[in-house]
């Protein structure tokens, strides 16, 4: 297994449940800074545009994060509710009211009037529809991952730290992988699930059809003795509007996320320079504005960059490698993989057990090379 992100420790996890003997192999350790899976706080929610696939995932995510819980003593998992703010068009929630109804789970449409007086904070002035998800909210992004791969060795598993690579192929296998410590690791099957790197490992079967886009985070002090945007007075926040832009409340005294989805320019995920950029900061200034009129003048406290792993049409991609029989490609989280973890690394495991079929959506013959960016 390599990659101890969201989706590769989770599999470990699985496959290794499942009565496999398992090495799990990461480049610089499970959540570390590079990782699309690093970072404080993930969005967990039930809407998806409709896919009920994705709503039927994500609500069996969060029974198996809360189970999860209960073995580590320890809360990843913060319901906060999320609650959605729709300018004007609001289908894409809309579409989702069966689907997450079918998974059994609620959501509630309210008013503006009555989400203005629930959540008096939020400013509501060109927000037309509100939904609410009650059992949606965040997870502890970083420490998840490493609560995992902690699992994983207590359990049996092997973990190495070491950038890995594939091997010369053999009739149509994989015979071994190579570390850059000068070792290898055969294996009869292999599961590669390297984030931002998977294009750069398989450069003729993946290529671009996932690239690493920057993305940038920021994080606002509130006013001194000011709990309104705390975790447990403030939902998770979506608004669609010309953008798509969300927030995350105050977790352990870091300050109020706020993020623009819009994807950014493309990057390469090892040598990328993580400072903000000046007009990144314009822009989370303008959102915070816009939706928190208290926290207009709130000084940055924290920022981020990191990087969404963007397939070719934003789904996963979770089938065999085209032309190596024994090898599993994981990757495409796109920015909303990472609640999936636990429920992706249980559908991966009967998948190479062959107690599974590749769901079409996450089939590799669908994705399609993005063109080539211009040149500068």
């Known amino acids: 297994m390599v990659g101890a992100g969201a989706f590769g420790g989770w599999t470990a996890l699985a496959l290794l449940r499942a009565g496999a003997r398992v090495t799990l192999v990461d480049a610089w350790g499970a959540g570390h800074a590079r990782a699309s899976s690093g970072g404080e ?14 709503s039927e995932m994500a609500a069996r995510a969060l029974v198996l994060w809360l189970e999860a819980e209960r073995r580590w ?26 689907p997450v109804r079918a998974a059994g ?45 902690e699992t994983f060795v207590r359990e049996g598993g092997a973990y190495r730290r070491a950038w890995a ?46 690239v690493a886009t920057r993305q940038e985070v920021f994080f606002f002090g509130p006013p001194a003795g000011d709990a309104r945007f705390d975790v447990g007075a403030l939902p998770v926040w979506v608004h669609i509007g010309e953008r798509l832009v969300y927030g995350i409340p105050s977790h352990e005294r870091r300050g109020l996320k706020v993020a623009d989805d819009t994807a950014g320019e493309e990057v390469d995920p090892t040598t990328m320079e993580r400072a903000p950029s000046a007009a990144g900061l314009d822009g989370a200034r303008a959102i915070l ?3 928190f009129p208290a926290m207009a003048d709130a000084p940055l406290v ?16 979770v089938d065999r490698h085209p032309e190596l029989e024994n ?9 909303h993989g990472f609640k999936m973890g636990p429920a992706l ?10 107690r599974a079929a590749v769901h079409p959506m996450f089939a590799y013959a669908r994705l399609r090379p993005r063109p080539a960016p211009p040149s500068r």
Request: a positive charge.
């Open 73 to 98: 003593g320890r809360q990843v998992l913060f319901p906060t509710g999320a609650l959605w703010l729709c300018a004007a068009d609001d289908s894409y929630v809309r579409r989702s009211l069966a």
């Open 165 to 210: 690579r594939p091997g010369a192929a053999a009739g149509g296998r994989l015979p071994n992988v190579v570390l850059s410590d000068g070792g290898t690791l055969a294996a009869d099957r292999f599961v590669f699930a390297c984030g931002p790197w998977i294009g750069q490992l398989f450069r003729d079967a993946i290529g671009r059809r996932i």
């Open 289 to 291: 504005r816009a939706r």
């Open 345 to 354: 690394g249980e559908h991966v495991a009967a998948l190479v057990q062959s």
């Open 41 to 54: 706080t993930r969005v967990i929610r039930t809407v998806y545009n409709g896919a009920a696939l994705y």
């Open 302 to 317: 924290e920022a981020r960059v990191c990087q969404y792993e963007a397939s070719s049409d934003g789904h996963f991609l």
């Open 105 to 149: 789970l609620t959501i509630e449409e309210l008013t503006v009037p009555e989400a203005a007086r629930r959540w008096p904070q939020i400013a509501f002035g060109d927000v037309r529809s509100v939904f609410f998800e009650p059992a949606a909210g965040f997870l502890a992004a970083r420490a998840a991952c490493e609560l995992v791969r």
């Open 327 to 335: 090898v599993w490609l994981l990757g495409g989280g796109s920015g």
